[in-house]
């Protein structure tokens, strides 16, 4: 079974920083794009920041020196490193992972996984 486990959240005061990981086990060939999103309450889900299978990095306007996106291709890992945190950063933050997958009944296939969320927020 596959799943993607995010650790890493928590509360913080404003300037301060935190590290997200997120781990992909499973049936996994390969990874693709892996990324971050976040979803404050009462807005939509928003990209973070994402990194492809070869290091190429794309970050929100809001989180552009401030955040760093970073992957373990051994680990099957992807890191949101954050310093410099404001309140507006508060919200639950998803990983996401472009998985390539082999099972006995599906054979080799392509599909995108959500990890369960970690609330990050950041105090006034």
């Known amino acids: 079974q596959v799943q993607l486990v995010e650790s890493g959240g928590g509360l913080v005061q404003a300037g301060g920083s935190l590290r997200l990981s997120c781990a992909a086990s499973?049936?996994?060939?390969?990874?693709?794009?892996m990324g971050w999103y976040r979803q404050a309450p009462g807005k939509q889900r928003e990209l973070v920041a994402i990194?492809?299978?070869?290091?190429?990095?794309h970050y929100a306007d809001t989180v552009k020196g401030r955040f760093t996106i970073s992957r373990d291709n051994g680990k099957n890992t992807v890191y949101l490193q954050m310093n410099s945190l404001k309140p507006e950063d508060t919200a639950v933050y998803y990983c996401?992972?472009?998985?390539?997958?082999?099972?006995?009944?599906?054979?080799?296939?392509?599909?995108?996984?959500w990890g369960q969320g970690t609330q990050v927020t950041v105090s006034s």
């Open positions: 996401n992972a472009d998985l390539l997958l082999f099972t006995p009944s599906a054979g080799t296939h392509a599909r995108d996984y």
């Open positions: 499973g049936s996994i060939v390969s990874i693709n794009d």
């Open positions: 990194i492809s299978s070869g290091g190429s990095t």
